[in-house]
């Protein structure tokens, strides 16, 4: 068993944080966030999910002094839920790519849902919305480390997921390729 000392720093930082993967420190998401303040690229005061708590946590973690978070990344607040109007929802998609965690259940042209306990409250599925169809309300519990920790594996697993669906693509193109230079060739030869 190791302890977090025997940790990278990154992965000691990317711990602390809410994993909320809501970019709103001008990150992709916690990691590269985590990654950042560990390479002394970005400060520790930019993170609004984690607000306050996160602050003190991050400096009692490096050894530096806490600081009010940075309003220039936004403010503290409580927790949020998306919430999709059913009955104005048009099934487009556009809401299920930016979602971190999957947490937007629907189809082409079907309605969509949200799963409460799933969604981290990142608003990322706000913008894409063509029907403004999606409201942020106050979530009923406050985020905890659980929900941390699910939020990270369910984004870990989606990125997988995307990256290896990207991987199938490159070879079904890279096959089709060869396919043609081989048609071609033949095409040639008669």
């Not at 025997?6 to 916690?30: F, H, M, N, V």
């Not at 990142?122 to 985020?143: G, K």
Request: net charge positive.
């Amino acid at each position: 068993m190791t302890s977090d000392n025997d940790r990278p720093l990154s992965e000691q930082i990317d711990a602390i944080l809410p994993q909320t993967q809501c970019r709103k420190c001008g990150y992709q998401g916690c990691k590269p966030y985590a990654e950042a303040i560990s390479e002394g690229l970005a400060d520790i005061n930019q993170c609004p999910p984690g607000g306050e708590h996160g602050i003190q946590q991050l400096a009692a973690l490096l050894n530096v002094p806490a600081k009010p978070l940075n309003p220039a990344f936004g403010s503290e607040r409580s927790r949020l839920l998306a919430v999709i109007d059913e009955a104005v929802c048009i099934g487009c998609t556009k809401c299920l790519p930016p979602c971190p965690t999957d947490a937007i259940l629907g189809t082409s042209k079907h309605m969509h849902t949200v799963i409460a306990e799933l969604c981290t409250g990142c608003e990322l599925c706000i913008a894409p919305c063509p029907v403004n169809c999606i409201r942020m309300e106050n979530a009923t519990s406050a985020w905890t480390q659980s929900d941390a920790d699910r939020s990270r594996a369910r984004y870990q697993t989606r990125n997988r997921r995307i990256a290896k669906l990207e991987a199938e693509k490159i070879e079904r193109l890279n096959r089709q390729k060869l396919l043609l230079v081989k048609l071609n060739k033949a095409k040639a030869a008669d």
